[in-house]
């Protein structure tokens, strides 16, 4: 089973300033690796997929990178609505899994 | 509209059965790779299980041999058969589908909440 390991637990940024978000895999896989954005009551939303590809209908400010094990989500330009926990998972293996999430604070 | 609609939740004690159903809309499951993902209260997001293809699953070992998924191509729903509940199972399940093996999750349900206590 790959472990992935997300950082920090918490991030407080202020509106307009970057969030950089990062996921780690606990062995390497190929791009199969997508973000999730939740916040509360809600369904999760798929934002990224195949590492780097935006879901559609998903702002440009975010936009996903890595490989190996490093994979990072970057909010380039923090909204008040982009307030949530981001959960990155790996589908490139079963079983499928899921990062223990961010949680993105608005200063 | 394309949505995922989930049901069969409830109260039920350690040992017990349950069947979740999700109702899909605007595509075809028989088409599609269909997840369980859950969510226990207060934390993060856990895969559960998948459907795809001519039936192909896969489990997560905190189910596997207990939880059973199929499906319905005439009803377009796909089910989770949950047995032998443990109170660590308790959890809200989405179900969630992906086009293709190498796309994420893009349609999710509202969940529905499954609470295993005595």
């Known amino acids: 089973e790959i472990v992935m390991t997300q950082s920090p637990a918490t991030v407080s940024v202020s509106p307009g300033e970057r969030a950089t978000l990062s996921c780690r895999a606990s062995q390497t896989f190929s791009s199969n690796l997508a973000w999730y954005q939740q916040k509360p009551g809600q369904a999760p939303r798929l934002l990224i997929y195949g590492t780097s590809t935006r879901a559609t209908g998903i702002p440009a400010r975010f936009s996903g990178s890595g490989s190996g094990t490093e994979f990072t989500l970057t909010i380039s330009s923090l909204q008040s609505e982009d307030s949530a926990v981001y959960y990155c998972?790996?589908?490139?293996?079963?079983?499928?899994?899921f990062g223990g999430g961010t949680k993105v604070e608005i200063k | 509209e394309v949505q995922l609609v989930e049901s069969g939740g409830g109260l039920i004690q350690p040992g017990g059965s349950l069947r979740l159903s999700c109702a899909a809309s605007g595509f075809t499951v028989r088409d599609s790779y269909m997840s369980w993902v859950r969510q226990a209260p207060g934390k993060g997001l856990e895969w559960v299980s998948i459907i795809y293809g001519g039936s192909s699953t896969f489990y997560a070992d905190s189910v596997k041999g207990r939880f059973t998924i199929s499906r319905d191509n005439s009803e377009n729903t796909v089910f989770l058969q949950m047995n032998s509940l443990r109170v660590e199972d308790t959890a809200v399940y989405h179900c969630?589908?992906?086009?293709?093996?190498?796309?994420?999750?893009?349609?999710w349900g509202q969940g529905t909440t499954v609470t295993v206590s005595s």
């Open positions: 969630a589908r992906s086009t293709g093996r190498l796309y994420g999750m893009d349609v």
């Open positions: 998972q790996q589908y490139n293996s079963w079983p499928f899994t």
